[in-house]
């Protein structure tokens, strides 16, 4: 095994017993984990299955998507008859793109207040069943919501992340105990694409004379990505963690910046590096792995593009225009 951190991963080599099956659990170093997609990831005590705990659960989601989705989305749920008209009304595809978006987050609120009257009632003694009115309302408010931030980019404009979207429904319609597992999936495809691009990077870099050196600055980057990206606010070593995080990814940058052993124009085998698309690419990959860290979503397309787009490169000497 290969540990860097508190975050253990799997490293199979040949002849070695194979791995174990997705969603193990094993303790290590005394700290409960479960096994998914190489790596043994954190996982949690789960809060109460209650409407109250969903409630909670489904807020702190809502926050999380307005957070990582494009600006001006986040529009009240008393405004969704006013958000609907505005979309149906639209005839530009752009626009309608971008209005789609707000109705999508007015649906969020508009289910995020049912869900207020729901605990309030239940606190009064009112027994909440699944056909009750205003549950089934609160599911249609998630599920159109879900179809239609598709729509919605990322708010580094790259991609979507249907899988923000995905969630509160997800939290609405499943058990805690299995949110709190397809969380855990989701964290481990994380780790895989975070240790995918950083292996881009040394690999090609490592090839250019003017980045000799890189790989120990993106090895510690990754490394301190992976552990953030498995521990919460609220855990005891936040404030270790994210500090480890943001001085290695600065470190990384101060590297791309100047502080590589080569020198600008000097040749890597037969072609000449253009050092600013280096300097920009190494940037590019720093910025990936913050967005992958801090949403805890896997971003495939983001991922898979900024390969070709770095491979492109130290084949090439430039980036694709």
């Not at 299955?49 to 659960?57: A, F, H, M």
């Not at 009115?133 to 598709?150: D, F, K, N, T």
């Not at 090895?219 to 855990?235: I, N, Q, Y």
């Not at 920009?280 to 787009?309: C, N, W």
Request: hydrophobic share 35%; charged share 25%; net charge neutral.
């Amino acid at each position: 095994m290969d540990t860097h951190g508190p975050v253990i991963r799997l490293a199979q080599s040949p002849g070695e017993e194979a791995p174990p099956p997705e969603g193990t659990r094993r303790i290590i170093a005394r700290q409960e984990r479960a096994f998914y997609c190489g790596y043994w990831v954190k996982t949690y005590p789960l809060p109460a299955d209650s409407l109250q705990g969903k409630k909670n659960l489904i807020e702190a989601l809502t926050r999380r998507l307005f957070n990582h989705t494009e600006h001006g989305l986040n529009v009240p749920g008393a405004r969704l008859t006013d958000a609907r008209a505005a979309y149906e009304a639209e005839t530009d595809p752009a626009s309608r793109r971008v209005k789609g978006g707000m109705l999508a987050g007015a649906l969020f609120n508009r289910a995020m207040d049912i869900f207020r009257h729901l605990v309030e009632l239940q606190a009064d003694g009112l027994e909440i069943l699944s056909d009750y009115p205003l549950v089934q309302e609160c599911g249609r408010c998630l599920m159109e919501a879900l179809e239609l931030g598709r729509l919605v980019l990322h708010r580094s404009g790259e991609e979507g992340i249907d899988e923000l979207w995905g969630e509160p429904f997800r939290a609405y319609s499943l058990s805690v105990e299995e949110f709190y597992e397809g969380r855990y999936i989701k964290i481990g495809q994380c780790m895989r694409d975070i240790d995918r691009i950083a292996a881009s990077m040394s690999e090609n870099f490592g090839r250019i004379p003017f980045f000799e050196g890189i790989g120990p600055a993106v090895t510690d980057f990754a490394a301190a990505a992976r552990v953030k990206c498995e521990t919460l606010r609220t855990d005891q070593d936040i404030f270790d963690v994210w500090t480890k995080f943001v001085t290695a990814g600065e470190r990384l940058a101060g590297f791309a910046h100047g502080n590589g052993r080569g020198s600008r124009g000097r040749p890597s085998g037969r072609r000449l590096h253009d050092h600013a698309n280096g300097i920009e690419l190494i940037q590019a990959g720093r910025l990936l792995i913050f967005y992958i860290v801090r949403a805890r979503t896997p971003m495939p397309k983001s991922t898979r593009e900024y390969i070709e787009r770095i491979t492109y490169y130290c084949d090439r000497g430039r980036m694709p225009r």
